[in-house]
């Protein structure tokens, strides 16, 4: 099962971007989607989950900046990210919430973010 994420880009300090995240040959929307990054240096890392019910989680560093939604009515998952900040910058994926992101073997190419002045 591989999600494909999308949208990445360069901006400055205090940018946002969008993420979008799309699947083929499943349907998402009957499964909860996690976003997922990996900054150079460092180990992949789950950033947020998104549920079938909309119910998001994130983790601290993200939280109050970034958000995640999904449209139902065209199968995607999407990561809004507003003051971005240098630490921010990383290869952002899309995958399945939940999975161990040292062992899970199905990722896509993922979307490349740079934030810097």
């Known amino acids: 099962v591989q999600l494909q994420a999308s949208g990445g880009g360069s901006v400055q300090p205090g940018g946002s971007l969008r993420l979008s995240c799309r699947t083929s040959?499943?349907?998402?929307?009957?499964?909860?989607a996690g976003w997922f990054r990996q900054a150079p240096g460092k180990e992949r890392e789950q950033i947020s989950c998104?549920?079938?019910?909309?119910?998001?989680y994130y983790i601290d560093s993200v939280k109050g900046r970034f958000s995640v939604s999904r449209d139902k009515d065209n199968p995607t998952v999407y990561l809004q990210m507003n003051n971005l900040e240098p630490e921010d910058t990383a290869v952002y994926y899309c995958?399945?919430?939940?999975?161990?992101?040292?062992?899970?073997?199905?990722w896509g190419p993922g979307t490349l973010v740079t934030v810097s002045s």
């Open positions: 998104i549920n079938r019910d909309g119910a998001a």
């Open positions: 040959g499943f349907t998402l929307e009957y499964y909860a």
């Open positions: 995958a399945p919430c939940g999975v161990n992101p040292s062992s899970y073997g199905d």
